[in-house]
């Protein structure tokens, strides 16, 4: 039998490694450049630039959309986001970071409307969590990526 473990009890554990191992926790800086990571997103969404959006997560990534498999690899992400419908509207925002060394968890809140040619717009709000990692040159990027709606499924 598989044991399952909760993610407040993963962070706990990946805290208190990270503490014995005399990794630092993460300083202002990093924090401000994951909030800043999270405004670049924000921004190439609003102007549905997927190559760049693409950009800001590894070469490794893992997206784990609601109601979908996982996306494995940026070229797998990349062909899914130019998939998505045309976005209108997109704001994201953070809620928490914590990390300790080369790692951040980010947890945050976003709201978009997507408007298909000939479809009626649709608006979405929901939640999303990252693990990030510092780049050899010093820049975060996106490892993983899950998000999720607050809404209901139409029609229930």
Request: proline share 5%.
């Amino acid at each position: 039998m598989r044991s399952r473990i909760s993610f407040p009890v993963f962070f706990a554990l990946l805290t208190a490694v990270a503490c014995q191992g005399g990794v630092s926790p993460l300083s202002e800086e990093d924090v401000a450049a994951n909030r800043a990571l999270t405004q670049q997103f924000v921004q190439h969404a609003q102007q549905n630039d997927w190559a760049a959006l693409t950009e800001l997560y590894t070469e490794d990534c893992v997206v784990m959309p609601a109601n979908e498999p996982a996306i494995q690899g940026r070229a797998a992400y990349l062909a899914w986001a130019e998939a998505f419908p045309p976005i209108v509207q997109f704001s994201a925002s953070i809620e928490w970071v914590e990390g300790y060394g080369d790692m951040a968890v980010v947890r945050g809140i976003y709201s978009m409307t997507l408007q298909s040619e000939g479809a009626d717009a649709m608006t979405d709000r929901g939640k999303y969590i990252e693990v990030r990692r510092r780049q050899a040159d010093g820049s975060w990027q996106i490892a993983v990526d899950i998000f999720n709606s607050d809404l209901p499924l139409p029609g229930q």
